[in-house]
């Protein structure tokens, strides 16, 4: 019952945090811009001009329904677990609305597994810290290399950083099926999105598809 409460404490929060994100965002970014070039705009007008936007909407109460229906499939999972999940969640509507991500809670994920892999695991974290190098280097040096290569980019840095961060999470194999899974989630929404719309689609969101992937793997982690 408490953790219900919680779920929709959060549901509550996220609904917020969603509004208020674009918000921030351009307060920050008008803060930045003004401490290296003289701005005429004051930040109202800033605000005004600029293409992020709040997007009001009713799947903003989906957070209502999304978390505790997370909660009742994994309730067995520990909490940090369970936490992670719910801002996976957040994440997902995030990208989904303004194509971006919100660091802070990239980093809270992170530090939500290693203090899972530090007091509530029995398994060796070797090869854990093992995943978490090599998905670091993969996602750090490669694949920026390949985009200096072919001149374009595929995933952004939000992508990037979620991946790193979850990747202590998990062995090598399961990083790799996570990533697999991911990348056909969203070649399958691509593919159905043309089939539909008889056109490319212009931009795709892709941490949608990195969290269906982790609640994927997550299936395995509920205890018999």
């Known amino acids: 019952?408490?953790?219900?409460?919680?779920?929709?404490?959060?549901?509550?929060?996220?609904?917020?945090?969603?509004?208020?994100?674009?918000?921030?965002t351009n307060q920050?970014?008008?803060?930045?811009?003004?401490?290296?070039?003289?701005?005429?705009?004051?930040i109202n007008a800033f605000i005004k001009q600029s293409n992020l936007q709040p997007k009001k909407s009713s799947l903003n109460n989906l957070f209502f329904l999304t978390l505790p229906i997370a909660l009742f499939i994994f309730y067995?999972?520990?909490?940090?677990?369970?936490?992670?999940?719910?801002?996976?969640?957040?994440l997902a509507q995030l990208d989904y609305y303004y194509y971006l991500?919100?660091?802070?809670?990239?980093?809270?994920?992170?530090?939500l597994i290693i203090y899972h892999l530090l007091f509530e695991t029995s398994k060796d974290i070797y090869p854990h810290l093992f995943s978490f190098f090599i998905i670091s280097l993969f996602f750090a040096v490669i694949i920026p290399l390949v985009n200096l290569i072919?001149?374009?980019?595929?995933?952004?840095?939000?992508?990037i950083l979620l991946f790193i961060a979850l990747s202590p999470l998990f062995e090598l194999d399961q990083m790799l099926r996570l990533i697999l899974y991911a990348s056909l989630l969203g070649l399958f929404f691509s593919?159905?999105?043309?089939?539909?719309?008889?056109?490319?689609?212009?931009?795709?969101?892709?941490?949608?598809?990195?969290?269906?992937?982790t609640f994927l793997l997550f299936i395995d982690k509920i205890p018999p």
């Open 76 to 90: 067995s999972l520990s909490h940090p677990l369970l936490f992670i999940l719910f801002i996976l969640i957040y």
């Open 191 to 213: 593919g159905l999105y043309w089939l539909i719309k008889k056109q490319k689609i212009a931009r795709l969101p892709f941490i949608p598809f990195i969290s269906a992937s």
């Open 150 to 159: 072919l001149k374009k980019s595929g995933l952004g840095l939000g992508d």
């Open 101 to 111: 991500t919100d660091i802070k809670y990239i980093a809270i994920i992170f530090l």
């Open 28 to 42: 920050q970014s008008y803060n930045d811009i003004k401490m290296l070039y003289p701005l005429n705009l004051d």
């Open 1 to 24: 019952m408490i953790l219900l409460f919680i779920s929709l404490l959060l549901a509550y929060w996220f609904k917020y945090e969603i509004t208020a994100f674009p918000i921030k």
